[in-house]
């Protein structure tokens, strides 16, 4: 039976005994079976008291359209892998997957064309999407080569974060918001 564990705030679906290596490999300790006095490790304790989180502002980094394509390939990959091998519902599946960013990226897409520009916006938040797709392929024996392309895209994407631009929206899509001739607002 497959589980589902949070993983920087993405949703990730792993068979038990995958969690239990990928987290024994970080030296996590599980608490010996049977063992009363143990909680789970997602579960907040009720009586701490959690200062609120304090507002982020998304950036974005600029992706080619090949890493656009290699993005989507991960994406679709990861979701056949997770649907064919897990008993998940479909939504947790596509969570997991992050093929439910696919249609904004097209979008995305879509609109740097028609402006003729040649890179493409990503949210920094949305690597995290990216992140736990591979971590799924991993888990559901997913293949090499996709996963081989993951690790690239995610080293690439690490590296452009320290770059990353200020967003905006334009006619709803995400959009660079120091292009030139810019007049909407800095989201």
Same mark, same amino acid.
């Given at each position: ?51 609120? &989180?304090?507002?982020? =502002? ?10 656009? $394509?290699? /993005? *989507?390939?991960?994406? +679709? ?51 995290? &999407?990216?992140?736990? =797709? ?10 090499? $080569?996709? /996963? *081989?392309?993951?690790? +690239? ?35």
């Amino acid at each position: 039976m497959a589980e589902s564990l949070h993983f920087k705030n993405r949703l990730i679906v792993v068979s038990p005994a995958a969690a239990r290596r990928c987290w024994m490999s970080r030296g996590i300790q599980f608490p010996a079976a049977g063992d009363s006095g143990s909680t789970s490790m997602c579960r907040r304790h009720r009586d701490k008291v959690y200062a609120p &989180l304090a507002p982020v =502002a998304s950036d974005v980094i600029a992706i080619t359209v090949r890493e656009l $394509v290699a /993005l *989507v390939e991960v994406f +679709e990959h990861a979701h056949a892998q997770i649907s064919e091998l897990s008993d998940a519902s479909g939504e947790t599946i596509a969570s997991a997957s992050g093929v439910t960013l696919v249609p904004s990226l097209y979008a995305r897409a879509g609109l740097a064309s028609i402006r003729g520009l040649r890179d493409i916006p990503l949210l920094v938040d949305e690597i995290g &999407l990216l992140e736990a =797709a591979v971590i799924n392929l991993e888990s559901y024996e997913g293949n090499e $080569v996709v /996963l *081989v392309a993951g690790y +690239e895209l995610l080293d690439n994407f690490a590296h452009r974060e320290r770059n990353a631009h200020p967003l905006r929206c334009k006619h709803g899509i995400l959009a660079f918001a120091d292009e030139a001739g810019d007049t909407t607002q800095v989201l």
